[in-house]
Antibody, heavy 117, light 110 residues
Framework: QIQLMESGGGVVQPGRSLRLSCAAS????????MHWVRQAPGKGLEWVTV????????YYADSVKGRFAISRDNSKNTLYLQMNSLRAEDTALYYC??????????WGQGTLVTVSS | QSVLTQPPSASGTPGHRVTISCSGS????????VTWYQQVPGTAPKLLIY???QRPSGVPDRFSGSKSGTSASLAISGLQSEDEANYFC???????????FGGGTKLTVL
């Protein structure tokens, strides 16, 4: 079955960096755009970034533009999120997810990033 | 402040019907399809409705979606205790070049 498994979260000091990974299985990863969505504790969902199926197009939320970078390795069925210059407000559960307009929709269980001194 | 506006809470009694609204603009709901998610605390969001009014297989027909202009609605009929959860609407936004979500509506089954 379709599975997305995030890893790489943890506690990090403000200003430092962290790289998240998302391992995909159960579907043809290279055919789908992939997203990162985050959810601060007790808050709603916030879309972070998207990468096209082949990596040629990337878009970011204004809140992370210039600090975060999304990438993918289709040979490894893996999605990445490089997070630099982390701030307290980046503290959240980070989900990798994919969806289309035809009802295909899948989310991982999330990895928790805590930015604190 | 979320781009899509939802009421923070809604409630209903078992067996009754409740609707949750989602208001946006011409750059998102007005020109793109709407998706609805259900999220039980501690779990990942679950797809309820896609393309405004389509239900994935496995979602009961008690759940229905609609869209008109720059607003959308999720209706839940025959309310059950297991429907108690948070509900989020979402749509792509052409101005922001990203997906936008509503702030979420916490549904309480009284």
């Amino acid at each position: 079955q379709i599975q997305l498994m995030e890893s790489g979260g943890g506690v990090v000091q403000p200003g430092r960096s962290l790289r998240l990974s998302c391992a995909a299985s159960g579907f043809t990863f290279e055919n789908y755009a992939m997203h990162w969505v985050r959810q601060a504790p007790g808050k709603g969902l916030e879309w972070v970034t998207v990468i096209s199926y082949n990596g040629s197009n990337k878009y970011y939320a204004d809140s992370v533009k210039g600090r975060f970078a999304i990438s993918r390795d289709n040979s490894k069925n893996t999605l990445y999120l490089q997070m630099n210059s982390l701030r307290a407000e980046d503290t959240a559960l980070y989900y990798c997810a994919t969806w289309n307009d035809s009802g295909f929709d899948s989310w991982g269980q999330g990895t928790l990033v805590t930015v604190s001194s | 402040q979320s781009v899509l506006t939802q009421p923070p809470s809604a409630s209903g009694t078992p067996g009754h019907r409740v609707t949750i609204s989602c208001s946006g603009s011409s750059s998102n709901i007005g020109s793109k399809t709407v998706t609805w998610y259900q999220q039980v605390p501690g779990t990942a969001p679950k797809l309820l409705i896609y393309s405004n009014d389509q239900r994935p297989s496995g979602v009961p027909d008690r759940f229905s979606g609609s869209k008109s202009g720059t607003s959308a609605s999720l209706a839940i009929s025959g309310l059950q205790s297991e429907d108690e959860a948070n509900y989020f609407c979402a749509a792509w936004d052409d101005s922001l070049n990203g997906r936008v979500f509503g702030g979420g509506t916490k549904l309480t089954v009284l």
